[in-house]
C-alpha cells in the first residue's frame, strides 16, 4: 500500500531558531547590535518605500560593503553553523521520522522562511528538508552578491504551501503549480504548519481552513500571541517552542500523525465498499 504524505512546514526565525538567524553572527560581524541593524532597515523601507524584504536584502548588501566583508554565497553559508535551536531541535527529525514510519506515513519537512535561504542551507539541520525556500541573492562573476534572486514575504509564503500541494517543488516550474491536479503530492488535510507568530498567520489560516493542522509556538512566559491566535481561530494549537522528547509539541504532532494514519485508512476502505457497491 502507497504511504500517505504528511508534509511538516515551519517558519525558521524563532520558530526552530531561537532569533532571527543574522542575529548570531551577520549582524555582530557588521559591528553592530541587532537593534541598530533594523533599525537601518526600517528606515530604508522609509525612505525608498520598498517592500521590508527588500529592504534588508539590501542593507545586507550595504553594509558588508562598507565593512569590507565580501557577501558570498560561501560566507552566508559558513553563518549557518553559529545559529542556536530551542531545546530538542537538532533531534526532532529523526524521532518524528521514526514514529511516522510505524504508522505508514512518509513524513517530508519544509522550510518556509523570509530569512536568508543560504544561512539556512549551512545550518546543522539543513539536512532535514525535503526543500529550503528563502530569500536568496544572485551573485556576481567574483562570488558577491549583487541582487536579489528570490523575495519571501509573509504573504507570498502562502504559495510555497500550493507548490508543496502539488509536488511543484522547484521554482521554476511554473506549468505545475498553476495547472488541476486530480492526485495530489499532498493534501492539505496532511499539512502541518509551525510558525511564531503575526508574520505566519496568511500561512496559518489557509492550513487551517484547508483541514490542515496550524501550530503557533513560543519561547517560556511569552504565550500570550499564541493563545490569542488560537481565541481568534486563526491556528488549532499554541504550544511552547520546546521540541525535547516528550514535549507537549511532539506528543501534539504524534497525535496529529495517529490522526491522520487513521482517517486516510478510513478514506481508503470507504473508496473501497463505494467502488464495490
Not at 562570488?143 to 507570498?156: C, Q, R, S
Request: charged share 25%; proline share 3%; aromatic share 10%.
Amino acid at each position: 500500500m502507497e504511504k500517505t504524505i504528511v508534509a511538516i512546514c515551519y517558519d525558521f526565525d524563532k520558530t526552530l531558531a531561537t532569533n532571527d538567524m543574522q542575529a548570531f553572527s551577520f549582524i555582530p560581524n557588521l559591528g553592530l547590535t541587532v537593534p541598530e541593524f533594523w533599525e537601518k532597515c526600517g528606515q530604508f523601507t522609509k525612505t525608498s518605500g520598498s517592500d521590508p524584504i527588500l529592504s534588508y536584502l539590501r542593507v545586507m548588501m550595504d553594509q558588508c560593503h562598507k565593512k569590507g566583508i565580501p557577501l558570498t554565497r560561501a560566507y552566508l553559508n559558513s553563518l549557518g553553523k553559529d545559529i542556536k535551536y530551542f531545546d530538542g531541535v537538532t533531534t526532532w527529525f529523526k524521532r518524528l521520522n521514526a514514529y511516522a514510519e510505524e504508522h505508514d506515513i512518509e513524513l517530508e519537512h519544509y522550510i518556509i522562511s523570509s530569512g536568508n535561504k543560504e544561512i539556512i542551507e549551512g545550518s546543522a539541520i539543513a539536512k532535514e528538508f525535503k526543500q529550503i525556500y528563502g530569500c536568496e541573492f544572485l551573485y556576481d562573476e567574483y562570488g558577491e552578491a549583487y541582487w536579489p534572486k528570490t523575495i519571501i514575504n509573509f504573504t507570498l509564503k502562502t504559495q510555497y504551501l500550493f507548490r508543496i500541494c502539488k509536488g511543484a517543488i522547484n521554482l521554476s516550474d511554473e506549468e505545475k503549480v498553476n495547472e488541476r491536479v486530480d492526485k495530489k503530492h499532498v493534501e492539505f488535510r496532511n499539512m502541518i504548519y509551525i510558525g511564531d507568530g503575526m508574520t505566519d498567520i496568511p500561512c496559518m489560516t489557509l492550513i487551517k481552513e484547508k483541514g490542515g493542522t496550524a501550530i503557533s509556538v513560543y519561547p517560556t512566559n511569552q504565550k500570550d500571541k499564541s493563545v490569542q491566535l488560537v481565541q481568534d481561530n486563526r491556528v488549532n494549537y499554541a504550544c511552547k517552542s520546546d521540541y525535547s522528547s516528550n514535549s507537549q509539541l511532539e506528543k501534539l504532532i504524534k497525535l496529529i500523525i495517529d490522526s491522520i494514519s487513521l482517517k486516510e485508512k478510513l478514506l481508503e476502505k470507504e473508496t473501497k465498499l463505494t467502488n464495490i457497491q
